[in-house]
């Protein structure tokens, strides 16, 4: 991969990843709720779910999701269904007093973000849809498939510490139960509002 090739790589990651999506979602809200250091485990577990998204296309799996009806319509309902049931917990969520906080784990809140985007055939028919624009014919497809899934998830971490970051400044004004309630309900809605795009989401000629 040529270092012109490479930037416009680049570039096309920096989008993807500043985009909103669950993710994002998902990161804010812990940058809220924990701060950034204690978010780590949530964007780890992010990273996790997109490296097997891109490991599953970079061994010809993607492609199969892509194709197959079925199999695509099972993981995007899975999607939609994770993504509701993480909605409705952050709604219920109490303040950052609540007992309720002491069950979410730095290991539960990373399981919980991993299946976030292992469960989004959105990202697997876009990145089936994005690396053949970069593969160069003739080289090494193995190679040429490393460096962009390492500049992919390297990207990514950056923007969700930026997020995170964004996110934990606003724990100042949050010292009411009150207001923190309010924010545990509009990130819920939020995780909804994703499930529902989520849903809504069809492919070409499906």
């Given at each position: 991969?040529?270092?012109?090739?490479?930037?416009?790589?680049?570039?096309?990651?920096?989008?993807?990843?500043?985009?909103?999506?669950?993710?994002?979602?998902?990161?804010?809200?812990?940058?809220?709720?924990?701060?950034?250091?204690?978010?780590?485990?949530?964007?780890?577990?992010?990273?996790?779910?997109?490296?097997?998204?891109?490991?599953?296309?970079?061994?010809?799996?993607?492609?199969?999701?892509?194709?197959?009806?079925?199999?695509?319509?099972?993981?995007?309902?899975?999607?939609?269904?994770?993504?509701?049931?993480?909605?409705?917990?952050?709604?219920?969520?109490?303040?950052?007093?609540?007992?309720?906080d002491t069950n979410k784990t730095p290991d539960k809140r990373f399981w919980e973000s991993a299946l976030v985007n292992v469960t989004n055939?959105?990202?697997?028919?876009?990145?089936?849809?994005?690396?053949?624009?970069?593969?160069?014919?003739?080289?090494?497809?193995?190679?040429?498939?490393?460096?962009?899934?390492?500049?992919?998830?390297?990207?990514?971490?950056?923007?969700?510490?930026?997020?995170?970051?964004?996110?934990?400044?606003?724990?100042?004004?949050?010292?009411?139960?009150?207001?923190?309630?309010?924010?545990?309900?509009?990130?819920?809605?939020?995780?909804?509002?994703?499930?529902?795009?989520?849903?809504?989401?069809?492919?070409?000629?499906?």
């Amino acid at each position: 991969m040529s270092p012109s090739l490479w930037l416009a790589f680049l570039l096309a990651s920096i989008l993807i990843s500043l985009s909103p999506g669950a993710g994002a979602v998902n990161t804010m809200s812990n940058g809220l709720r924990y701060g950034v250091r204690h978010t780590m485990p949530t964007i780890a577990g992010l990273q996790l779910g997109y490296g097997l998204q891109i490991l599953v296309v970079g061994v010809g799996l993607g492609a199969v999701l892509a194709s197959s009806t079925w199999l695509f319509s099972l993981l995007k309902w899975a999607g939609v269904a994770y993504l509701i049931w993480l909605g409705w917990q952050k709604w219920r969520e109490g303040s950052l007093e609540a007992p309720t906080d002491t069950n979410k784990t730095p290991d539960k809140r990373f399981w919980e973000s991993a299946l976030v985007n292992v469960t989004n055939p959105k990202a697997t028919v876009f990145l089936v849809s994005l690396f053949p624009q970069f593969l160069v014919p003739g080289d090494a497809h193995g190679l040429q498939l490393l460096i962009m899934g390492v500049t992919l998830i390297a990207v990514d971490i950056i923007v969700m510490l930026g997020y995170a970051t964004l996110a934990s400044q606003l724990q100042r004004f949050m010292r009411r139960p009150g207001h923190q309630r309010m924010l545990n309900r509009l990130f819920g809605g939020l995780f909804m509002a994703a499930a529902v795009a989520l849903a809504s989401f069809r492919r070409q000629g499906v």
